[in-house]
């Protein structure tokens, strides 16, 4: 196999180092590691398909990786074979300021992409917590705090260049701002999870950075009382860019991490974009609501230092407790629901944590009726795996049974597929006969998402 | 084949009454007429399953149907066979509130769908011309003149029932704002013209109606001029609600049709949606932009009564035109471009339209970048349909080379099918194997979408 890749790539592209191969072992979740054989680093796409037409006439398994960031165990190579390591395609290609546009290499990180783009006072808004590569972005579908506003990484592709398991390049999608031509590809490409194709590149729906923002902290004595009170203010048709629930426990663990002192109360950590006068009438109006909600306090940041590092404290909750649980590993919960059905579901939450004595801290993008419950296992307790595993299953069963889905954001990777038949029921087979046409010897990313025989 | 669906269905539910099976053998375009053998009125997907069922172990032909009004041919029986009309299946099932989420059968019609949730305050923002079904509607991806700020049909589709070929039900979706989990079906089956499956229910993304509104008339020397005042309305990042193109020849046909007093010069037809203070602060920046693009007048209507009149009139002018020439019959170029090639496409159309010598007006959603021209063809000139269908190749061939689509809106159906493999090329074994696996035995609308043997 190394023989066959050499005619492809340069021997600097391809490792068989132990170091190398155990950094591409895992991912940030507590799934359990397992090496590929070997490491490539394409640098175009020509190169990516040369790798998978090998691969697919030799039937080897295929995994692409953008950073490792994921949660589900989706880079992790159970079946061995090739990971394919995209960080040497990490150009900005070209940025079409006059039509919002930005052409990208997979490789290429949401942090990087945003440094570029200021100088042209634009932005991207998919932002999940991890400095992930867009690549793998779209291959889960990712979102995150802006996504209530601006949709989530399916929203904003416009089109991508994707190799298929025999090499073949296709286009998933168009410039231009909609389309009714074929079968709508982006769609069905986008979280993926690899399982249908490797992405060789992307152009990407970009927005001008507001005109003005303005970001708050609101306290409330209750967590039915904050979550309550996003539901209203999403009835009432206040344009919000972002709005965070963040539960006592989290909000200790940003304290702690952070060096913050914001008090260990739920609290929701919203943002406002908008022109002067109607941010400032949205403001108000949502000052209004929260009050009829018990609101303790709500404070507002203006100024742009202050803003970030409100959000910085935001993004960063995962690694504070990744920090102040050292050699343990995080396990988030990661369901979605019709906004109608989220205070039930996070007070459901807060019970079984407690029921069941885990040390868990409830946050979430609760504008879209996503929330997630952070653990951190101890790998070596088997209790304590069985009683997470339980904990996942309930808060699963819950979301499902109203309406709901098992991830609003993180992917099935290897994690969820158990849960996929009852999500899908029938359309699940429509998935497999999909999956098996595009990728008939079952090479790319195997023992995910749909392969439910191992979960 | 009667007898065999008198086993499904009541006698009043199937047809072969030669004006029925007349009214079924058209759409609103200029494409050949073609009649079905039957056809059939379910009321439950239960029934469409079994005639779906019937038809594909008989490897009989079946098209939905709504209401007609498609552009492409998109509901003609070339093989004859089933036509299944959902006009039985028009039911507003539920109306969650709380969740801006609407259930409903597929045959609801868009003024059907508004006038119910307006007694809730509440609105479905996709709006083409036609009183479309929305199950149709959602078989062609449909937008209209608020998609700039809503979205198109596949924006706001959150679940749908299918029917597939087999008979087997799925859903498409989950009631959740977002998912990361399994195949986006939705994406795939919205725009797949009854390729795929026949809708059986949906559920759709509902809106409050805005607080404020204002519409506007803005009239300029040139068309150049008005399109270039978009592109920087759009840069400035106004979020405008719609913002509509109509040039001379076709405000001249609104004024006939409507009995307005428009003057006859390329006209903006503009709404702002948002808080009383937002709007005023947005009005004026735009107000500002048209100034520096020679905009000769702006007048603005707020009273809601003039507002509708302003949209009725554009939503009337295909309309305007079809009263206009009786006996003739309409052909609609619909390709979208990238914003940045906007104007060099509609400066192109016309130079185009004047040199064949036709009669076209030009109108679009040019927030996104799509635009049409409208032609009336004489269909016993043959010189005439020549010149027509030259002038769509021409439109068409000048938006792929600058990364447009063939059809913004009005869908591929049996005309545009031709431009499918320069629009998507490798792509299109992709849609293809997709269509083979999910339908063996090619019953499902035939002769569309991608079959281009005949188009």
Redesign the interface.
Known sequence: MISELRNILNDSQISTNETILDLHSKDESYHIPSKPDVVVYPETSEQVSAILKFANEHKVPVQPFGMGTSLEGHIIPYDRGITIDFSLMNKIIEI?E????VKIEPGVTRTQLNKELSKYGLFFPVDPGADATLGGMAA????GTL?VKYG?M??NVRDMEVV?ADG?????G???????????????F???EGT?GCITELTLKI??I??FMSAARATFKTIDDAVEAV?AV????I?IGRIEIVDETSVKQVNHFSESTYEEVPTLFLEFH?????????VA?TKDIFEDFNCLDIQFETDTAARNQLWDARHNLAYAYIHSYPGRKMMVT?V?????ELAGAIHHARVVIDQLGLPGGITGHVG???YHIILMIDMNDPEEIQKSKELNEQIVEY?LA???????????GFG?QK??EK?????????R??????DPNAILNPNK??NDKNS
Chains 1, 2 share one sequence.
């Open positions: 079409k006059k039509d919002f546009l889960t579908n990712a979102s996504s989530t399916r929203d298929l073949t390049t296709i286009h998933t168009t410039l231009a701002a909609k389309s009714s031509s074929g079968y709508h590809l982006n769609g069905i986008v979280g993926s249908l927005f001008g507001p005109e539901v999403l009835q009432a048709g344009p908008g022109n002067e006068a109607g941010l400032k009438q949205d109006f990661d979605c629901l019709p906004i109608s879209d009726g996503n979301a109203r309406g709901g889905t098992c991830t609003g954001e993180h992917g099935v969820k849960y996929q999500e899908h029921g029938e359309a699940l087979e429509v998935m006969k999909i999956k098996q046409v595009l998402l749909l």
